[in-house]
């Protein structure tokens, strides 16, 4: 239930979305309320252009992007690596036979590089399928099993965790996977802005891993000014998202804090 809930949800709340809905219901009032209804849908389209344009996307994904520190390899040996899904188009992966990548796909680059500098490590691709109507669907873990060899992975070199549809579950089903024995140490790789989520849900199932945050959307104090609003909103929904996601994962006990930290 909380899958699907958060799939409909999230198309109500995302703030492109919502926003353009308000301005088809100022629309809608103006007919009956003229100043009221064009007030609203005026309101409502600058601040879409605003949220497009302007650096507040930027200042919405600081706290996330930079809450864990970059991974600095300090010599200590790697017992295995967790690569979270996310980064993958199934459905076009499919249909064109070839591996296609998302804005998230550093998470995969990642993946062919820490198997080549970690030889001995246990590779583990978390991601099943995350539609709401799983009939038919590919998981990702079966599209990074048939593309492995383009990262310059062996396809038997990786441990497929394929049933999971969200952060949650791809903590507690890869903790059950492997096993990780105390003392190990394991990196996470995941998107920067997603690494706070994904560390308290991996903190949650008892499996202890390291950051390795990847696909970094802001420079080091850069407020970035966007060439078109799509860009901009497009950054803004996901960092939204994921401080929704935050809040909707402590009140359902998936973590142990709002804000999980270092």
């Given at each position: 239930?909380?899958?699907?809930?958060?799939?409909?949800?999230?198309?109500?709340?995302?703030?492109?979305?919502?926003?353009?809905?308000?301005?088809?219901?100022?629309?809608g009032?103006?007919?009956?309320w003229?100043?009221?209804?064009?007030?609203?849908a005026?309101?409502?389209?600058?601040?879409?252009?605003?949220?497009?344009?302007?650096?507040?996307?930027?200042?919405?994904?600081?706290?996330?992007?930079?809450?864990?520190?970059?991974?600095?390899?300090?010599?200590?040996?790697?017992?295995?690596?967790?690569?979270?899904?996310?980064?993958?188009?199934?459905?076009?992966?499919?249909?064109?036979?070839?591996l296609?990548?998302?804005?998230?796909?550093?998470?995969?680059?990642?993946?062919?590089?820490?198997?080549?500098?970690?030889?001995?490590?246990?590779?583990?691709?978390?991601?099943?399928?995350?539609?709401?109507?799983?009939?038919?669907?590919?998981?990702?873990?079966?599209?990074?099993?048939?593309?492995?060899?383009?990262?310059?992975?062996?396809?038997?070199?990786?441990?497929?965790?394929?049933?999971?549809?969200?952060?949650?579950?791809?903590?507690?089903?890869?903790?059950?996977?492997?096993?990780?024995?105390?003392?190990?140490?394991?990196?996470?790789?995941?998107?920067?802005?997603?690494?706070?989520?994904?560390?308290?849900?991996?903190?949650?199932?008892?499996?202890?891993v390291?950051?390795?945050?990847?696909?970094?959307?802001t420079?080091?104090?850069?407020?970035?000014?966007?060439?078109?609003?799509?860009?901009?909103?497009?950054?803004?929904?996901?960092?939204v998202?994921?401080?929704?996601?935050?809040?909707?994962?402590?009140?359902?006990?998936y973590?142990?804090?709002?804000?999980?930290?270092p």
């Amino acid at each position: 239930m909380f899958f699907v809930l958060s799939k409909v949800l999230w198309f109500l709340t995302a703030p492109s979305n919502l926003l353009l809905l308000l301005v088809v219901a100022g629309a809608g009032l103006s007919l009956r309320w003229r100043r009221l209804g064009a007030g609203l849908a005026a309101l409502c389209g600058l601040v879409l252009l605003a949220g497009g344009v302007s650096p507040l996307a930027s200042l919405v994904f600081g706290p996330l992007e930079n809450r864990f520190p970059d991974f600095r390899n300090d010599g200590a040996p790697v017992a295995g690596i967790v690569v979270l899904g996310g980064a993958i188009e199934t459905g076009l992966s499919a249909a064109r036979g070839q591996l296609v990548v998302n804005d998230a796909g550093e998470r995969m680059i990642a993946l062919g590089d820490l198997a080549r500098r970690y030889p001995a490590a246990t590779v583990v691709f978390a991601g099943g399928s995350g539609r709401l109507t799983g009939d038919g669907a590919v998981s990702e873990s079966a599209i990074t099993r048939r593309h492995a060899a383009s990262l310059g992975v062996p396809p038997e070199r990786i441990t497929y965790e394929d049933r999971s549809r969200n952060t949650h579950e791809n903590a507690t089903f890869s903790a059950e996977l492997v096993k990780p024995k105390p003392g190990e140490r394991w990196l996470l790789v995941t998107s920067a802005w997603h690494m706070p989520r994904a560390i308290g849900c991996f903190r949650r199932a008892g499996f202890t891993v390291t950051a390795y945050p990847v696909d970094y959307r802001t420079g080091p104090g850069a407020l970035a000014i966007h060439a078109t609003a799509g860009d901009g909103l497009f950054e803004l929904d996901i960092a939204v998202r994921e401080w929704l996601g935050l809040a909707a994962y402590r009140a359902s006990g998936y973590t142990e804090s709002v804000f999980p930290g270092p």
